[in-house]
């Protein structure tokens, strides 16, 4: 195997890696925000 290929293979890999913890990050903060409007909407119900 030539380490060209090796290398690309390595990034497209940390690429994958990159791309599921953003959608973790984004995942959490929509869940962090939908918590925020359900306690703003039970302050405004009492």
Do not use: G, V, Y
């Not at 990159?18 to 119900?45: F, G, H, P, Y």
């Amino acid at each position: 195997m030539n380490k060209k290929s090796f290398e690309n293979r390595k990034k497209s890999k940390q690429k994958k890696l990159t791309d599921k913890s953003l959608e973790i990050t984004l995942i959490i903060a929509l869940i962090n925000l939908i918590a925020a409007i359900i306690e703003l909407i039970n302050k405004l119900l009492k």
